[in-house]
């Protein structure tokens, strides 16, 4: 991950994993076809499980925002500022250069991550919860805070830091109105 996320996929090269691994490049080929795979390899141990948290989250007994928050809390938590955001970020800036990669995450982590929050969505719905029906449509506006966090934090974090926590309850308001504090 670190030889990736310092170099980029594109310049990242066979020979320095082995060495900053301890290994001869001949053992990476015993377990890896070729860097695209170890980079797969790499996407499945380090992202997958964060977005399967979401759609191995049990029935919600309590609101349907509630279980968003949690997620998208953790999400900010485990990845935004993390080298695992680091991981998302290079996917982004280097996935129409490499549109196999792109293709693997979206099969991976995006569309697993839609059909997750579009469930939620739909519930949230259902519950009366969320009155815009079109939500479910476009769920990846219910993550957009969460990858714009992502995003901001290497980009502009130095010179305007977000409050990726504060931005997400905004946004959480605006889709199911504000929270009522006693």
Do not use: C
Request: glycine content about 6%; cysteine-free.
């Amino acid at each position: 991950m670190e030889e990736f996320i310092a170099r980029g996929f594109a310049a990242t090269r066979l020979d320095d994993i082995a060495k900053r691994a301890g290994v001869a490049k001949g053992t990476i080929y015993l377990h890896f076809k070729d860097k695209e795979s170890m980079f797969e390899e790499l996407v499945r141990i380090v992202i997958v499980p964060v977005v399967e948290k979401l759609n191995a989250l049990p029935p919600p007994t309590g609101s349907v925002r509630d279980l968003v928050e949690a997620f998208a809390s953790n999400f900010l938590k485990e990845v935004a500022n993390t080298r695992r955001g680091d991981l998302v970020r290079l996917i982004v800036a280097e996935g129409p250069r490499f549109p196999a990669v792109a293709d693997f995450y979206y099969r991976e982590v995006v569309s697993r991550g839609i059909a997750g929050m579009r469930a939620l969505i739909e519930l949230g719905i259902a519950r009366g919860e969320i009155q815009q029906k079109n939500l479910a449509r476009f769920p990846q506006i219910l993550v957009a805070p969460a990858m714009i966090a992502v995003i901001w934090q290497s980009l502009f974090a130095r010179h305007a830091p977000l409050d990726a926590q504060e931005m997400l309850r905004v946004h959480l308001d605006l889709i199911f109105g504000e929270r009522r504090t006693t």
